[in-house]
T-cell receptor, first 113, second 115 residues
Framework: DAGVTQSPTHLIKTRGQQVTLRCSPK?????VSWYQQALGQGPQFIFQ???????QRGNFPDRFSGHQFPNYSSELNVNALLLGDSALYLC???FGTGSYEQYFGPGTRLTVT | AQTVTQSQPEMSVQEAETVTLSCTYD???????LFWYKQPPSRQMILVIR??????QNATENRFSVNFQKAAKSFSLKISDSQLGDAAMYFC????????????FGKGTHLIIQP
């Protein structure tokens, strides 16, 4: 039973560039949430996707956007990268609209120089 | 907005001893869930234990148990018989809104296990 997978593992980008991170949910899950974890901090909720639509969004600017595909996989896009976007980006999956229990992937480490 | 506070940046315990990690939260909701996640150096967040707010009985998972004090908005994690593999960052998390609002995490406690 495959767990949550994310790609790439590490990424280095330059300020002003755009980046796309990818996530495949755990088998049987249909809901994907994205979190940003800055160094030394707890994860912060970016947004959640269900049925290919954004259900809820945390306190993040419009530079952060996402997409969910019919197979439930998801992408996180960040435009006009800032140095402060350097962080570990975690994807979590769950089942349905009422589940609090989220399973996390290993994350993508993004470094913006 | 809900907040989660972990007041212990770092804790150290001898192998085989018991340690308690503290967490407090602030919410006006009546229906919510609380979680403890473990994040080892591999970075992957692993669910340790969960507690539903409507349940009075404290959750237990093998060596891990919680002390849930709803009125005090306190949710501590007790690890018994600590093992070297327990060394990690531990995050307390809060969830409400039917799961759509995502989880709110504390800043974490770094647990060190002394052999």
């Amino acid at each position: 039973d495959a767990g949550v997978t994310q790609s790439p593992t590490h990424l280095i980008k330059t300020r002003g560039q755009q980046v796309t991170l990818r996530c495949s949910p755990k088998s049987g899950h249909d809901t994907v949430s994205w979190y940003q974890q800055a160094l030394g901090q707890g994860p912060q909720f970016i947004f959640q996707y269900y049925e290919e639509e954004e259900r809820q969004r945390g306190n993040f600017p419009d530079r952060f956007s996402g997409h969910q595909f019919p197979n439930y996989s998801s992408e996180l896009n960040v435009n006009a990268l800032l140095l402060g976007d350097s962080a570990l980006y975690l994807c979590a999956s769950s089942f349905g609209t009422g589940s609090y229990e989220q399973y996390f992937g290993p994350g993508t480490r993004l470094t913006v120089t | 907005a809900q907040t989660v506070t972990q007041s212990q940046p770092e804790m150290s315990v001898q192998e085989a001893e018991t340690v308690t990690l503290s967490c407090t939260y602030d919410t006006s909701e009546s229906d919510y869930y609380l979680f403890w996640y473990k994040q080892p150096p591999s970075r992957q967040m692993i669910l340790v234990i969960r507690q539903e707010a409507y349940k009075q009985q404290n959750a237990t998972e093998n060596r891990f148990s919680v002390n849930f004090q709803k009125a005090a908005k306190s949710f501590s994690l007790k690890i018994s018989d600590s093992q070297l593999g327990d060394a990690a960052m531990y995050f307390c998390a809060y969830g409400s809104g039917g799961g759509a609002d995502g989880l709110t995490f504390g800043k974490g406690t770094h647990l060190i296990i002394q052999p």
